[in-house]
């Protein structure tokens, strides 16, 4: 017989569970642990756990490529922020229609509720994608030129090759070059 836990899963299932949610903690894969998490039925999730590896998954990723991070979660937010849009848009059609005068329509009048909840919540949301994408692109900008800053950098800090054949004539330009300092001077 196999044992359950309160939420009716077997403890070797809890368990294999925690311990693939904890090898994606390690790895810092924040994304997969919260789809993994949040495909779980609700009554299965201790919350206090999932949290706890979720903040400490973002710990894990924030350690890796900085640039991969902000990505990553700008990313993330904009998708969120996106679905939720598009379900309130889904609703304000649907009002729409229910009130729209060239249909059957009852009354033609669009109902409080769509003008003092729902149509305001969409042009916040509306405005906060755009900040979002606004922020993503202007912070990714700045990567990019952090990065060329940081190559161009590291290729005056390499020695330059010389072939061993123009070492000769380098060593005299550089003799003639002192001497004519010299009686420049």
């Not at 229910?98 to 249909?103: E, F, L, S, V």
């Not at 994408?133 to 090759?161: D, H, I, N």
Request: glycine share 4%.
């Amino acid at each position: 017989m196999i044992a359950k836990t309160m939420n009716g899963k077997s403890k070797d299932c809890d368990q294999m569970d925690h311990e693939q949610r904890e090898l994606l903690v390690q790895a810092g894969d924040v994304q997969e642990l919260f789809e993994m998490i949040s495909s779980e039925s609700p009554s299965f999730v201790d919350l206090r756990t999932a949290f706890g590896q979720i903040r400490r998954a973002l710990e894990q990723a924030s350690r890796g490529n900085p640039c991969t991070f902000t990505n990553d979660s700008f990313r993330s937010m904009t998708t969120f922020v996106r679905f939720v849009l598009l379900r309130l848009e889904l609703l304000c059609r649907r009002e729409l229609q229910i009130n729209d005068p060239t249909g059957s329509n009852q009354n033609g009048r669009i109902s409080e509720e769509f003008q003092t909840n729902l149509l305001p919540l969409v042009e916040r949301m509306q405005s906060h994608l755009a900040t979002l994408l606004q922020l993503w692109a202007s912070t990714t900008k700045l990567w990019q030129m952090a990065a060329r800053c940081k190559s161009k950098a590291s290729a005056k800090a390499k020695p330059e090759y010389i072939h061993p054949g123009d070492t000769l004539a380098r060593q005299a330009a550089a003799r003639r070059e002192s001497m004519s300092m010299d009686f420049d001077s």
